[in-house]
Antibody, heavy 120, light 108 residues
Framework: QVQLVESGGGLVNPGGSLRLSCAASGFTFSDNYMSWIRQGPGKGLEWVSY?????????NYADSVKGRFTISRDNAKNSLYLQMNSLRAEDTAVYYC????????????WGQGTLVTVSS | EIVLTQSPGTLSLSPGERATLSCRASQSVTSSYLSWYQQKPGQAPRLLIY???SRATGIPDRFSGSGSGTDFTLTISRLEPEDFAVYYC?????????FGPGTKVDIK
């Protein structure tokens, strides 16, 4: 069965950095586009970034994180990453990794999320 | 960037009733790229509908999606106790994904 397990969240000071990981299993990871999506406390969903299948040569970011966050993947390790720099209080959220479905540009599997708190 | 608006913000209904949720886009959305999700407290979202009207794997047929252009609808024909949750629409366009703010369906 498909599983996505995020890790790496925690408490970080404003201006600090954090690297999130997502371990994938139960499917051919290299064949799938992957995304990071976040949800602030009591708020709705916000797409953060995607990376294409294979070499991951196609990448895009939400304007709110562009220039500060970097998405990457290691197909040999079946893992997705999000390097987050220059963190701000408004980046506080649960971060989900999600698999893009084969059809419809939807997200068909989600991890359980990892909480990032940016506060001094 | 396409902005999605969902209405109503909260829908108070009883089990067995019909729920009609609206998602309106600021500009035309490719129907193939309009999806709906259900989220319960403390859980990750679950994909219900993709391509505006196709049910995801394992989704009961009481859930249906319709619409095109800028107006889309999620209908739950008869609410079951487990359907009380928050529902989000989502679209993809111009290499960006956006979500609506959500509609909460709660028990009347």
């Amino acid at each position: 069965q498909v599983q996505l397990v995020e890790s790496g969240g925690g408490l970080v000071n404003p201006g600090g950095s954090l690297r999130l990981s997502c371990a994938a299993s139960g499917f051919t990871f290299s064949d799938n586009y992957m995304s990071w999506i976040r949800q602030g406390p009591g708020k709705g969903l916000e797409w953060v970034s995607y990376i294409s299948s294979g070499s991951g040569s196609n990448i895009n970011y939400a304007d709110s994180v562009k220039g500060r966050f970097t998405i990457s993947r290691d197909n040999a390790k079946n893992s997705l990453y999000l390097q987050m720099n220059s963190l701000r209080a408004e980046d506080t959220a649960v971060y989900y990794c999600a698999r893009r479905a084969a059809a419809g540009r939807a997200f068909d599997y989600w991890g359980q999320g990892t909480l990032v708190t940016v506060s001094s | 960037e396409i902005v999605l608006t969902q209405s109503p913000g909260t829908l108070s209904l009883s089990p067995g009733e019909r729920a009609t949720l609206s998602c309106r886009a600021s500009q035309s959305v490719t129907s193939s790229y309009l999806s709906w999700y259900q989220q319960k407290p403390g859980q990750a979202p679950r994909l219900l509908i993709y391509g505006a009207s196709s049910r995801a794997t394992g989704i009961p047929d009481r859930f249906s999606g319709s619409g095109s252009g800028t107006d889309f609808t999620l209908t739950i024909s008869r609410l079951e106790p487990e359907d009380f949750a928050v529902y989000y629409c989502q679209q993809y366009g111009s290499s960006l994904f956006t979500f609506g703010p959500g509609t909460k369906v709660d028990i009347k």
